[in-house]
């Protein structure tokens, strides 16, 4: 097979959220002339109002989120001009929204594929009237998946072959496929987890053998900090992959965390621009210019401090084996960790797990010490270059905090972040306050 090189290019919720919108993404994809692959998300909002569906136990309400989502796609399908070519598909996919309402597993992942299957139908039809060669290619041919619905597990070897097959079946056509979504081996359909899109679009780079991916979005690249959240952030022209992928882990929502990994299994830049104005933007990659001593902060809320105290701890081995061995078996993630000489205290997502502290667990759990659990806390994260050799960096943090309070601090196992956690209301004060003191006041001594 000879397949000629490949260009991934992801459209975000905001970037396909209206026909004018979809418009500006389509000129996008027509200014450039290598084959491609297309990655399309959910029209922004459209998402949240199929979860809502699948939890609405209320008929009324379950009724109101359908009838958002029927007139979010039926204004797309006018300003299409009603193409006959797309009417059985489009009636196909309301029939089916029709008959959803709430639901679980797999019958769950099905629904709330529907945004990104009525937005991929929809913008392949944009690019053909463009003039393109556009074909809507479902995902679920593409990215296989196991079988764990709200957050399928990519496998490599399936979807690369799948790809490649599309790839040579389909030379000279723009492949239009849906982020988010895959299927597991029986080909029911799975999803990679909420903003999974961006992870689509590199698990199909590197199936694609792809020499680079774009993340179009609303924001002109990787900032220094949520501009939402500060809107003195400055975007990066550049990030190395460990930083960018530092920063995605930590909360940095314009990369779905998991996005970096095909990306640096196979070595493939990743850049991020906006839709709204294509100058500019951040380019990921291995090697990057000079060394960067702070180079972006993040905020991942909502997360749960578990301490664990036993003196048996106190000159014993195997004690944190058991302890996380034990959180292992019920599939439950740990962030941070740090350890004194008999308790443990680490840092839970219930993004990464597959449930929230149960009751049993925690009767588990009680069986190694006694428990302490705290809820409603953030993470904020400092990322940059040799930060575990920075001198000061610590005064310099904590001092910039003024008098907020600091449950837990990591620091050191990696170059790349300082960690810590503070009180979920604090979060954003947290944040304003570092990047003032770390990114406009150095910047303004500099200059
Ligand atoms: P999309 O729908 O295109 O996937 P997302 O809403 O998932 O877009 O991600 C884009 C948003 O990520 C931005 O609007 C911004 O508020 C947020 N964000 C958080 N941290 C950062 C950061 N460091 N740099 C840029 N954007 C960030
Ligand atoms: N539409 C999905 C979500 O809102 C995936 C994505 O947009 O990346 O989570
Ligand atoms: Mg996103």
Not at 194 to 214: F, I, P, Q
Not at 251 to 270: E, N, Y
Not at 344 to 373: C, F, H, M, Y
């Amino acid at each position: 097979m000879n397949i000629p090189a490949t260009r991934v290019l992801k459209f975000g919720g905001t970037s396909v959220a209206d026909y004018q919108a979809q418009g500006r993404s389509a000129q996008l994809v027509a200014q450039q002339t290598e084959s491609r692959i297309v990655v399309v998300s959910a029209a922004a909002g459209v998402t949240n109002a199929l979860v809502g569906l699948s939890q609405a136990i209320d008929p009324e309400a379950a009724e109101n989120f359908r009838t958002l989502i029927r007139d979010r796609q039926q204004h797309f399908f006018e300003a299409l001009g009603e193409p006959d070519a797309l009417k059985a598909s489009y009636w196909t996919l309301l029939e089916e929204l029709d008959a959803c309402g709430p639901c679980l597993g797999q019958e769950r992942d099905r629904l709330l594929s529907l945004g990104e299957r009525f937005s991929s139908l929809f913008f392949a039809e944009r690019l053909r009237q463009l003039g393109l060669p556009a074909l809507q290619l479902p995902a679920r041919f593409l990215i296989a998946t196991d079988s764990h619905f709200g957050q399928g597990e990519p496998d490599v070897a399936r979807t690369r072959q799948q790809v490649q097959i599309a790839l040579n079946d389909h030379q000279g056509e723009i492949l239009v496929t849906e982020g988010f979504v895959g299927a597991d081996s029986d080909g029911n359909i799975t999803t990679l987890g909420r903003g999974g899109s961006d992870y689509s679009a590199a698990l199909l780079a590197e199936a694609a053998d792809a020499d680079w991916v774009e993340i179009w979005t609303d924001v002109k690249g990787l900032y220094t900090t949520d501009p939402r959240l500060v809107p003195n952030a400055q975007p990066l022209a550049e990030l190395s992959f460990a930083q960018a992928a530092e920063l995605a882990t930590f909360g940095a929502k314009v990369l779905h965390p998991k996005t970096l990994w095909p990306a640096m299994r196979r070595d493939i830049p990743v850049f991020i621009g906006s839709t709204l104005d294509a100058s500019g933007g951040t380019v990921i990659r291995r090697e990057v210019s000079g060394e960067r001593r702070y180079a972006a902060l993040a905020l991942r809320k909502n997360q749960t401090l578990l301490k664990i105290t036993s003196p048996e701890m106190l000159y014993s081995y195997g004690f944190l084996a058991r302890a996380f061995s034990l959180l292992a078996k019920h599939h439950i993630s740990v962030d941070l960790v740090t350890t004194s000489e008999i308790s443990i205290a680490l840092t839970l997502d219930e993004r990464g797990s597959e449930q929230a502290l149960s009751l049993q667990v925690l009767e588990e759990l009680k069986e190694l010490g006694s428990i302490e659990v705290s809820e409603g806390l953030a993470l904020v994260a400092l990322v940059g270059d040799n930060l575990n050799a920075t001198p000061q960096i610590a005064a310099e943090v904590f001092n910039a905090l003024g008098g907020i309070n600091v449950p837990l601090i990591c620091h050191g196992a990696s170059p790349h972040n300082l960690c810590f956690l503070v009180e979920d209301k604090d979060g954003p004060l947290a944040i304003q306050r570092l990047h003032a003191r770390l990114f406009e006041q150095r910047q303004a001594v500099a200059a």
